[in-house]
């Protein structure tokens, strides 16, 4: 993929967080990789999504380098890099700190499968991560932010998300629009758990049944364009 395309699907995921009424003022940032080239494009920390262009995403390698771009890429980006380097499969990562999905982070729980909405998108309970020591803050905060989502993720191709104790959510998909997409149906189910009254997480076969009907290889709801 050229880096111009690369950079123009980061700007338009960033772009939608702000749409979806994801992130206020500068919080939250959106980047996606070409792993052919082993390169990230991400937003650059501290700018208003209103005055962002393609040209001030910030692409870096996988080590963190930056490649091109004149502003400083997101503090957030070791966290993002971390991410990519230990999930192989995902495409691009999304971190707001969005209402609902936040408050589940900051009372460090995690999200059961409460219906169906979650089982369509997530397979399986959306977890929380352990807290950072002293030394992991004082030290390679973000990188090591990366590293506790990671330790704690038993499943990220099956649960793009995760919520980091004391902090916010992380997303994940096949790209930083898929990212997006996840982020606001984590969300939107974030939300109903918070408003639920009796707490009972669906059954096994319901999980399954809404979580295989779209992904996976007999998946067979929506339209078949292959
Ligand atoms: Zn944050």
Redesign the pocket.
């Known amino acids: 993929m050229e880096i111009k395309e690369l950079k123009n699907r980061a700007l338009a995921a960033n772009l939608a967080l702000v749409k979806h009424n994801l992130v206020i003022f500068t919080w939250g940032n959106a980047s996606e990789i070409d792993r052919e080239n082993g390169l990230v494009a991400i937003k650059p920390g501290g700018i208003k999504y209103t005055d962002m262009t393609a040209d001030d995403i910030v692409i870096v390698g996988l080590d963190g380098r930056i490649v091109e771009g004149k502003l400083k890429p997101s503090s ?1 980006t070791p966290t993002h890099l971390e991410l990519y380097r230990r999930f192989l499969k995902i495409g691009g990562i999304v ?1 707001t ?1 969005s209402r609902y999905a936040t408050t589940f982070a900051q009372d460090k729980k995690p999200l059961p499968p409460y219906g169906t909405t979650h089982a369509d998108y997530f397979h399986g309970e959306i977890p929380c991560t352990r807290e950072l020591t002293a030394e992991e803050i004082n030290s390679e905060y973000e990188l090591n932010t990366g590293r506790v989502i990671a330790e704690c993720h038993p499943d990220p191709d099956g649960v793009p998300a995760v919520f980091v104790a004391g ?2 959510p992380f997303t994940w998909g096949k790209s930083a629009m898929d990212a997006v997409y996840n982020s606001v149906v984590l969300e939107e189910i974030a939300q109903m758990a918070l408003l639920m009254t009796r707490k009972e997480p669906v059954s096994q076969a319901l999980l399954d049944k809404h979580y295989f009907r779209k992904h996976g290889k007999n998946a067979y709801y929506g339209q078949n364009y292959s």
């Open positions: 957030d971190h700190h902090h916010a």
